[in-house]
């Protein structure tokens, strides 16, 4: 069955501490993967997405993730976090699909992220 | 792009009372998403259209929920007659016609039936 692990519901990090959230996909064709990210009382926004090409995607507000096939992985990292990074960090997988037809997303529970000063 | 436009951004309402959420998704995406997101449940895809057409409505709790696409730039969720395990956020997102399928999101609707 299809599904995303995001295996840490909280993290707490320091302000300019590196930064890794993981994430872990079960998709048997080839996956779309996506990163959002939902501040307080906000909707969620797209970071960073991957489809094919190069594993390491570079996303908005500094992020990056990296696609590791063999460990059906899609983690989400940031080297100097910010305070302004303090929200909820949501993993997505889609489906690959040639007609152009959008299919639905499958999404992990996500992580909520807290920065100290 | 104004991007997606939801409509009432906070709704209050009673018991037994009729809801219509509203949304306007971004011009010239072709697939629209209906969510709910709760502190219990988390964000459960309740149902989505490609091309105005309901595609999967799997996720639509029960009967008193329905959703329209009358056309490409306007869908509403009702919900009748509400109930308080109804109170959510519920949000929007339409996708451009490519296969990739990335969606964006709209501001949301904080529902709170009393």
């Known amino acids: 069955a299809q599904s995303v692990t995001q295996p840490d519901i909280h993290i707490t990090v320091s302000e300019g501490a590196s930064l890794e959230l993981r994430c872990n996909y079960s998709y048997g064709a080839t996956p779309y993967l996506f990163w959002y990210v939902q501040s307080p009382g906000q909707g969620l926004q797209l970071l960073l997405k991957y489809f094919s090409g190069d594993t390491l995607v570079q996303g908005i507000k500094g992020f990056e993730a990296e696609f590791k096939r063999s460990q059906s992985s899609f983690n989400l990292r940031k080297p100097s976090v910010h305070w302004s990074d303090a929200a909820e960090y949501f993993c997505a997988v889609g489906a690959a699909n040639p007609a152009g037809n959008n299919r639905k997303l499958i999404w992990g529970l996500g992580t909520s992220l807290a920065v100290n000063p | 792009d104004a991007g997606v436009i939801q409509s009432p951004r906070h709704e209050v309402t009673e018991m037994g009372q009729e809801v219509t959420l509203r949304c306007k998704p971004i011009s010239g995406h072709n697939s629209l998403f209906w969510y709910r997101q709760t502190m219990m449940r988390g964000l459960e895809l309740l149902i989505y259209?490609?091309?105005?057409?309901?595609?999967?409505d799997s996720g639509m709790p029960e009967d008193r929920f329905s959703a329209k696409m009358p056309n490409a730039s306007f869908s509403t969720l009702k919900i009748q007659p509400s109930e308080p395990r109804d109170s959510a956020v519920y949000f929007c997102?339409?996708?451009?016609?490519?296969?990739?399928?990335?969606?964006?999101f709209g501001p949301g609707t904080r529902l709170t039936v009393t």
């Open positions: 259209f490609n091309n105005n057409v309901p595609i999967d």
């Open positions: 997102a339409s996708s451009p016609g490519r296969s990739e399928g990335e969606q964006y």
